[in-house]
């Protein structure tokens, strides 16, 4: 059996008005410093020459990093950081406020997808999807709170996606890791409120990313009835990934969001995006759910 893990990096266009976001544009204020995971591909690399262009201290992390990839960003700060790795994760926020007074913006960008039917996956790599899509994001978080706290400021974002809201074939043990942290922000965005923290979800869909250098096949034995699933669903995401939003138009609008004094807890990316909540949110027996979903797996066995 093949499984596929993907990196998902996820695209945020969201559900308001882009005039609902304004944007900070005094130059007296001091330079403020956000830190973005995943920060060498895709949005993430798009994120930080973003905010690098409007003068913000940029602590791009990843867990390969290239020192040419921001040569021409004198305020980006390339750090490398393993999101599953706790000592990793105290060392590179310590080191960020070694030389920054606070960190501003948390942008937890970093994460993968595992593509298998539930019958199929492994303990292994269900644990390796929290790993990387849950608990190096809520690490993370727990790092740079304190410095928050003590400031009285600060916007932590989570990057979830559309698989936060619905789960489809074949994706279930990502969309579980997305559940997940759409429960955690809930709940932090309430218990920081009192330090003036704010915490943001985004819900993506698809973005044109450099998938096919991303993604790992991995052999396994058992359950050859998901094959023709599994394949069929990477071919699927490929062609979406393709037909995607470009990242660049992405992080513009990340920026927006930061930048927004009263930002919402939600932002979805897309019309489709915002149709898949409204959908979520309008038929509290998820029945109309699971019922595109099975028209959907049918689709990828025929």
Known sequence: MKFVKLIFVSTLLCSLPFSHLTARTNPSQPAKTVLITGAFDGIGKATAQAFAQKGWQVW???QSINNTTFKAYPNVHVLKLDVTDEFDIQQAVDSILAEQPNIDVLINNAGYGLIG?????SKEEIQHQFEVNVYGPIMLTQAVLPSMRENKQGHIINVSSTSGMRAIPGLGTYAASKFAME???EALASEV????IKVSVIEPGTVYTNWANHSVLTEKSVVKDYDKLANNLQRYLTKRLIEGQPPEEVAELITKVVDDPNPHFRYQTSHHAREIASVKWRDV???TQIKQQKIFVEELYS
């Open 60 to 62: 791009a992390t990843d």
């Open 183 to 185: 429960a955690i922000s």
């Open 285 to 287: 027996t998820g029945d």
């Open 117 to 121: 039917a539930q019958e199929a996956v």
């Open 193 to 196: 409120s009192h330090w003036n």
